[in-house]
């Protein structure tokens, strides 16, 4: 199979749903595979890594997609995606990103977590209550979507009540981020992205009227005070894409992290038992089954990646999944070992675009996941769920879980790391 069929296959539904074999397939011819005249696939680390932070690589812009995409001002979703910060260069890229970047400092991460322990702690007890008549609960539904879209909406000024609006315009919209799209689907992301449009203009207004100590306020302010630090497009696009990538990455890492704890009960046990476990346990299950399986770029300037030449005008497909198994980088790949000797997986990307929210989505799965196994020590999947056929974005379509209520409620309360009883 040469590299342009096996980009095929990974494109296809199976090959979405699993695309760790298609990705071997494509390592197999070398860590910068060609598949077209002007396309290369990068399954590297090392590679993928190094185009991520050369400023000779940057996201599509405007006029390339005049060229690629005719027609894309007419698309909703298209339009706020490439308004916002996630599909910009440098110097906008930037200017951008200052603006939103002081919610999201190591200082102001670190003071959320007694917020996000007691948010998790009152979801299970939601998950709890909702399995004591022995009925499977969706763990996605009921506690790796409302964490983090709860977290990511009180940084924004959300009001409660609208956070589960969010999920189906959030499902709808990212449709856009796929490397193929239909024109059904095309049609469904821009229905998500006018809703979360017509939304933040809402937000927007109330927040002019009525200012609150939140991050739309703040964005707000800016654009009101000088327009061209930051416009009205970009404030809306914004909005939009700070509230999408904040629980949505995080909402796949739970769900996505569970069932490898799940499938690996020694892992389980042992970050069961020693909470402080757990940064290296995410970082694991970062690696091992990212959330984030793709990113893409193009080059302005000539390059020399791997050994393979790049001209001026190509595109990069960067495989964040399989450089995140690139034996040159990982011994055993395949194999889940949160004990191994961690190093940076590009799950979050690197460079100029590194995600913003990655010290979030980091805390809050560090939280959720031993809080789960603690309070939940009989916690067992109720057969096997099933993925969306989704590439960019990986994750599961439903997690239905059994829960021992009587082992939950023996666990009620118990601090993290000890066990019922110890004083």
């Known amino acids: 199979m040469d590299a342009a069929e096996a980009l095929a296959l990974l494109m296809s539904p199976p090959g979405r749903i699993d695309p760790y074999p298609t990705y071997e397939r494509l390592r197999a011819h070398g860590p910068v595979a060609q598949a077209g005249p002007v396309f290369f696939a990068v399954t590297g680390y090392a590679e993928a890594d190094a185009i991520l932070r050369d400023p000779r690589f940057g996201v599509m812009d405007d006029a390339l997609r005049d060229e690629f995409l005719p027609g894309w001002r007419d698309s909703p979703a298209v339009t ?87 999920r189906r315009w959030a499902a709808d919209l990212t449709g856009v981020l796929e490397p193929e799209i239909t024109l059904d689907e095309l049609a469904v992301a821009d229905r998500g992205a006018a809703e979360l449009t017509s939304y933040f203009a809402a937000l927007v207004e109330d927040r002019r009227r009525a200012p609150a100590d939140d991050l739309t306020t703040a964005l707000v302010q800016v654009h009101d005070a000088d327009g061209d630090r930051l416009s009205g497009d970009e404030l809306l696009a914004n909005l939009v894409v700070l509230l999408v990538a904040g629980f949505e990455t995080t909402t796949n890492l739970l769900g996505n992290g569970l069932v ?30 990212s959330p984030v399986q793709l990113t893409t770029r193009v080059n302005t300037a000539p390059a020399t990646v791997g050994g393979v030449d790049l001209p001026a005008g190509s595109w990069t497909l960067l495989l964040l ?20 000797a961690q ?27 031993p809080l789960l196994l603690r309070r939940l020590p009989g916690l067992a999947l109720a057969g096997r769920p099933r993925h969306r056929t989704r590439l960019t974005l990986r994750g599961y379509q439903t997690l239905p879980v059994i829960i021992d209520t009587e082992s939950a409620a023996s666990h009620r309360g118990t601090p993290a790391g000890t066990a019922p009883g110890t004083p």
């Open 80 to 166: 706020s995606i490439s308004r916002s910060m996630l599909r910009t260069n440098p110097p906008d890229h930037s200017r951008m990103r200052r603006l939103a970047a002081g919610a999201f400092t190591p200082r102001r991460i670190a003071a959320m977590r007694d917020v996000v322990v007691a948010q998790a702690d009152e979801l299970v007890d939601g998950m709890v209550a909702r399995a004591r008549d022995g009925e499977p609960v969706d763990v996605l539904a009921e506690f790796a979507y409302p964490l983090p879209v709860g977290v990511i909406c009180a940084l924004l000024g959300v009001p409660a009540a609208d956070r589960p609006l969010f």
């Open 321 to 340: 999944g399989a450089a995140n198994r690139d034996p040159r980088r990982y011994p055993q790949p395949a194999r889940f070992d949160p004990w191994r």
């Open 343 to 369: 190093s940076h997986p590009l799950s979050f990307g690197a460079g100029p675009h590194y995600c913003l929210g990655a010290g979030l989505a980091r805390l809050e799965a560090q939280v959720a996941f």
């Open 260 to 289: 490898v704890l799940l499938d690996h009960p020694r892992a389980a046990q042992a970050l069961r038992e020693h909470p402080d476990l757990a940064p290296d346990h995410v970082e694991e299950l970062l690696r091992y089954d």
